[in-house]
């Protein structure tokens, strides 16, 4: 929709042009968010494109994608053949509530930044072990894990004028067995639980829990757990006030999905038969 | 700044904010509509750069330089594409609103994502058509009859006279037009559930830049009405101005700003500033009657139409046949249970809206998406005190209706915004302001009792309704009534007794909702009539077959009616319920599932009669032209409802024409004439009728003006393939045509039709639904619907009522629903939060047809548009129950509010 309170767009082009922050800035990724609703309190946007981030690349040790990387452009990624959790890229990209034709528009920072708990590529980048990379808005840089990054519903570490410049998750991860599940209400609804699973080669099992919890909750364990163990650890560290309540779905559906999902990919990645 | 759209450059450039949507709008091209403006319905999807975007989400600057395709351009000039072409040959679609975002995103799929349509789609809402005509599209099936002969339209499947135009984006809706200096209207809402408004400071909007007035209560008119539309006033209560100094919800206008710009309109409604006396709100329809309620119109009362202000109730109804408690204390079995339907909005995709001007002679106009221009011109006219000579209500196509538009939400505040600046205005609501502003379905408590003897007859029906009818009693009496009407009726019972209360809360108001509260009550009575069944070890069908009416029996509700012009004009429910059992027992694939889905089959009928009672009137105009053809003039409304298509059958069988040789002009009321309106399906039963009555009198006209000439008796006169022919002697419609000019007599005929006697329709939904224990999910395994429509006028369009009716309350079944918190907000006003069905929710539904001839309508034809809604949930709700043993009575079954029971039971 038409933000008719913006009176100017910047475009600055490197680091050193981002313009100082001021109350009524926003930063302009992808805009399928900020152009879906009334923002009367902006005025002015401050546009990503020409700072031009090459929206992925691969090095030896970490797979970087840029804030403003699309979700197309990461859904497109032609992987190494040993990353075995490649499909987590293409699963997670169509657990979006959105249609390809967003996907062509929406970022992956943006995605980080909304904090929704149905954001995908939260759950995508906190299961591999993602970390972000911020520009303060006072200068410098600063380092956090995706599990911590976002801190509840549409809540997130961010203080005005920061910004997102990438995330990069390291080949190691990428190369862990992993299992994907998740529900909706509806068939191609938003996602009411999503669960990852990986599996590294010592045997350690990292389940992630997104969409129905407020934020992302990881769970180690060094050995794969039996399937009460897995229980008990959910029960333990997703209390009840942890999980998400919206029209989505209720909470209490939402912790039985969770317990449900969680011993899919128990069973899956430990090669026993699904249920 | 230079942008290329459709191959041609403009100079023009965007605002700083403004999305791509409106700036290609505001270039001319028409065809890039607005379903959301939040990028979730996909009708304004247009190509950048050969690939679909949702245009509402792109920052109009950033199109520059880039090739922008709408689907003006689509086919490139003058041509069609070849999926614009495949969307008329399987007619993809019915109101047309969503076609060229759907066109589109279908024309960009590649392979894969063709053979997945309910993924590919999911960004594409269609509130009419239940996909299936859109599968067939992208399938490249042909839906149409050709080559149908002189005489021989009605009954074939032809298609929409509009459709050319609606796969190339040139069909003109509400806001597809330009008007030169035109000011745009925003309105300023309550944000109190209940409040006085003590003051109002506008000096500080009207210091903003283009802002030409600021209207308050104290510029409106203080006359009280009521926002429903109906030919007699008195269905509705007077409880409503056009700006209150009382807000009685959330989202009610408090002020309506008039500005150069919709961005100048936005920033003064910010600056109004209003002193609140806060008043007590009600929220909870419950404890509407309670002693202490804060009551909402106490100024109201029965002179107003109000039944009793001080207990908050619009409407009551009360009365028995027989003795229901007598009859339950010794019936063999009983049954009784409480039903919640909730609420939800019709989503129609085109939003509220319209232009208004003041023209030369000094005529107000008003260009507006309604379903009722000629009630809305007598309420404006009224309002304002104008003759009704001077008032000009009208509509071109309508983006979907669903009975939102049987009211005047926006036609008011334009036309005070007209004549108080002598400017042409507009007001185009936003999806939001649908939601938080209009109107809903009435939620109802419905609470039910039954009995039934030991062979299955039903003993005893009782109702007891609470409608919650909102701030305003728009539609509250009448729906209260319609609900506890047909829907047990259609049984034949000897004891009956209904309790119905309609009454006020500080929420947004409800309204007209297709169905019109038969599918609240009908959720009960058929969960009613399977449980008894259950108890009894009878089949559900059967069950149904030993009490429903037959051909002759009294169809009645207590108390009795006043009026008695409901007639047998057909009778189809034995066949309806013959066809749905024999589909459901067919043999077909089975689905493979785990044994954690339990599988169970549901029925469920409806009644309804073709005709809201109490009149409804409509009148047509036929006249031959110079050419041959014939102008058919008629005042019902085109939505998607497919009457412009039926008229045009009607008008070329009666006259031994084609339907191209019918042009159809429609929906104005400077047309002449009246039309009360295309609401409870009416648009082919009523309005259809003096079409046919009018075409009847001019193919009389036509072969008396050629007896006339040929010196010959009448009696020997036909009329064939557009020729009168006596004997040997033929003259075609065109020379009878120059030989009227001649005689300075030209041909044409009138027809009307008052509505009465009205007969009735019926509809049996079957379902086969598999739950799964361990998460709640349901699947739709099987879906049929039998329809009683009489004779079909058009079975390729009838299907698709049925289909998009199925498809529509699925959405309310399994999926849609509006929340309201304890103050009185809704929650979720965005289709995000707010899950119409898409591709992927709506299984495809088998589709049959009784085979009747009305004696009442049209060429034998019945009503058949809402009514398919009807039995859904309730057959839903009964196949749900077959499958686990649990009896869900508050809907949408959704897995979330299935699961508590289901694990309760299942572990």
Redesign the interface.
């Known amino acids: ?9 910047s475009h600055p082009q490197t680091r050193c042009d981002l313009p100082a922050w001021t109350a009524g800035d926003a930063w ?1 990724a992808g ?2 968010w900020l ?3 009334p923002q ?1 309190h ?1 005025t002015r ?1 401050i ?1 990503l ?1 020409d700072l031009k981030w090459p929206a992925l690349t691969i090095t030896e040790t970490h797979l970087s994608v840029a804030a403003t990387c699309t979700v197309a452009q990461l859904d497109g990624l032609a992987c190494p053949p040993d990353w075995l959790a490649a499909p987590l890229i293409g699963q997670c990209c ?1 657990a979006f ?6 996907w ?2 929406a970022t992956v920072g943006g995605n980080l930044c909304m904090s929704l708990p149905a954001g995908p590529m939260i759950s995508l980048t906190s299961a591999l072990d993602g970390v972000c990379t911020i520009w303060k808005a006072g200068g410098g840089e600063q380092t956090i894990p995706v599990i911590n990054f976002v801190t509840g519903d549409q809540r997130n570490l961010l203080t005005p004028g920061d910004l997102i410049r990438q995330i990069d998750i390291p080949v190691a991860t990428l190369k862990r067995r992993t299992a994907f599940r998740h ?1 909706s ?6 996602s ?1 639980a999503l669960l990852i699973g990986s599996l590294d080669a010592d045997g350690m099992l990292a389940l992630t829990v997104t969409a129905s919890t407020v934020r992302p909750i990881r769970l180690s364990f060094s050995k794969a757990p039996v399937a009460s163990a897995l229980r008990d650890a959910i029960a333990q560290q997703i209390t009840d006030e942890l999980y998400h309540t ?5 909470p ?3 912790k ?2 969770t317990l ?1 999902l969680a011993e899919e990919i128990r069973s899956e990645l430990l090669g026993a038969r699904s249920s | 700044m230079s942008f290329e759209v459709n191959g041609t450059p403009f100079p023009q450039a965007p605002r700083a904010g403004q999305c791509l949507r409106t700036f290609l709008r505001e270039l001319g091209q028409f065809g890039v509509k607005k379903g959301c403006d939040a990028g979730d319905c996909g009708a304004c999807t247009v190509l950048l750069d050969g690939e679909p975007v949702h245009s509402c989400l792109i920052p109009a600057f950033r199109a520059e330089g880039r090739a922008i395709t709408t689907i003006e351009g689509l086919g490139g000039e003058h041509g069609t594409h070849p999926m614009q072409q495949a969307f008329l040959d399987a007619q993809g679609f019915q109101c047309g609103f969503c076609t060229a975002g759907m066109i589109l995103t279908c024309a960009s799929l590649n392979q894969a994502q063709r053979t997945d349509l309910g993924t590919a789609l999911k960004g594409n809402i269609c509130r009419c058509t239940g996909y299936r005509a859109i599968e067939d599209a992208t399938l490249g099936k042909n839906n149409i009859e050709e080559s149908v002969e002189a005489g021989a339209a009605f009954g074939r499947s032809l298609p929409a006279p509009a459709g050319p135009d609606v796969v190339r984006g040139k069909a003109r809706y509400t806001f597809d037009t330009e008007i030169d200096g035109l000011l745009h209207i925003k309105l300023l809402r309550s944000p109190h559930a209940h409040a006085k408004i003590v003051a109002i400071d506008t000096s500080d909007a009207l210091r903003v830049p283009g802002v030409h007035a600021v209207l308050t209560h104290q510029d409106a008119p203080s006359v009280l009405m009521s926002t429903a539309r109906h030919e007699k006033d008195w269905m509705d209560p007077e409880d409503t101005r056009i700006l209150d100094d009382v807000v009685r919800f959330i989202g009610q206008k408090v002020a309506a700003v008039v500005a150069e710009s919709e961005g100048a309109a936005e920033e003064a409604c910010r600056r109004i500033k209003v002193d609140y006396e806060i008043l007590p709100a009600l929220i909870d329809p419950e404890m509407a009657m309670a002693p202490g309620a804060p009551i909402i119109h106490p100024d109201r009362t029965t002179a107003n139409r109000v039944a009793d202000a001080q207990r908050n109730l619009v409407a009551e109804t009360h009365g028995e046949y027989g003795d229901v408690a007598a009859a339950l204390a010794t019936s063999a079995v009983t049954y009784e249970a409480t039903f919640h339907s909730h609420r939800v909005q019709h989503a129609a995709l085109e939003t509220h809206g319209g232009l208004a001007w003041l023209d030369e002679a000094g005529a107000l106009n008003v260009r507006t998406s309604t379903q009722v221009p000629f009630l809305t011109r007598r309420a404006l006219s009224d309002i304002f005190q104008l003759p009704m000579d001077k008032v000009r209500v009208f509509c071109e196509r309508v983006g979907g209706g669903f009975g939102g538009k049987q009211e005047m939400f926006v036609e008011d505040i334009l036309a005070l915004a007209a004549l108080k600046t002598g400017r042409p205005v507009k007001l185009e609501l936003t999806r939001e302001e649908q939601f938080i502003a209009t109107s809903t379905r009435h939620p109802m408590r419905v609470h039910i009792k039954a009995g039934a003897d030991a062979e299955g007859k039903l003993t005893a029906l009782q109702l007891d309704v609470l409608s919650n009818t909102g701030a305003y009693g728009n539609h509250a009496g009448p729906v209260m009534f319609h609900s506890l009407s047909e829907s047990i009726a259609v049984y034949n019972c000897p004891n009956k007794k209904v309790d119905g209360f309609a009454v006020y809360t500080n929420t947004v108001p409800a309204g007209a909702f297709r169905g019109y509260g038969l599918p609240q009550t009908q959720i009960a009575v058929e969960a009613a009539i399977d449980e008894l069944a259950t108890q009894l070890g009878i089949s559900p069908c059967d069950m149904r077959r030993r009490n429903v009416v037959k051909l002759g029996d009294p169809m009645l509700s207590p108390p009795p009616s006043e009026f008695h012009d409901v007639l047998y004009g057909s009778y189809g429910l034995d066949q309806c319920l013959d066809l749905v059992e024999r589909a459901m027992q067919a043999d077909g694939p089975q689905p493979e599932l785990s044994p954690e889905w339990l599988i169970g089959d549901g029925v469920a009928l409806t009644m309804i009669d073709t005709v809201p009672p109490a009149g409804h009137i409509a009148d047509a105009m036929i006249a031959l032209n110079d050419d041959g053809g014939f102008d058919l003039t008629v005042g019902t409304a085109e939505f998607g409802n497919g009457t412009s298509t039926v008229h045009r059958q009607i008008a070329a069988t009666t006259l031994a024409t084609t339907v191209d040789r019918i042009r159809l002009r429609q929906s104005d009321t400077a047309h002449g004439g009246h039309d009360t309106g295309a609401y409870g399906s009416a648009g082919t039963f009523v309005a259809g009728k003096a079409t046919h009555a009018a075409a009847m009198q001019l193919a009389t006209d036509l072969k008396v003006a050629a007896a006339d000439a040929w010196l010959c008796d009448v009696g020997t006169c036909t009329l064939e393939r557009e020729t009168v022919v006596s004997g040997v002697r033929r003259m075609s419609f065109g020379e009878l045509a120059k030989l009227a000019r001649e005689r300075g007599q030209p041909l044409t005929a009138n027809g009307n039709s008052g509505g009465t006697p009205r007969s009735v329709g019926f509809n049996v939904q079957g379902f086969r639904v598999a739950v799964n224990k361990g998460t709640g999910e349901l699947r739709i395994l099987k879906s049929v619907q039998a329809a009683d429509a009489g004779v079909v006028a058009n079975p390729m369009q009838c299907r698709g009522q049925v289909e998009g009716g199925v498809a529509q309350a699925l959405g309310a079944a399994l999926y849609e629903e509006m929340v309201i918190d304890a103050t009185g907000r809704v929650t979720n006003p965005k289709f995000r939060d707010y899950h119409l069905p898409s591709f992927a929710d709506v299984p495809r539904t088998e589709v049959f047809f009784a085979e009747t001839s009305d004696t009442i309508g049209p060429l034998g034809a019945k009503s058949m548009s809402e009514s398919p809604y009807n039995p859904v949930a309730a057959a839903l709700g009964n196949a749900i129950a077959d499958a686990t043993g649990i009896r869900f009575t508050a809907p949408p079954f959704k897995p979330d509010r299935l699961f508590p029971a289901l694990h309760e039971k299942f572990g």
Do not use: Q, Y
């Not at chain 1, 929709?1 to 767009?9: F, R, S």
């Not at chain 1, 509530?97 to 967003?102: E, G, P, Q, V």
């Not at chain 1, 209400?185 to 938003?190: I, Q």
């Open positions: 929709m038409d933000l008719n309170t913006i009176t100017t767009v302009l805009g399928t152009f879906s609703e009367a902006l946007l546009d494109t169509r509530l959105a249609s390809f034709k967003i062509k528009t529900i209400l509806a068939p191609v609804g938003r009411a919206d029209i989505h779905g209720k209490l559906w939402r039985h999905m449900r």
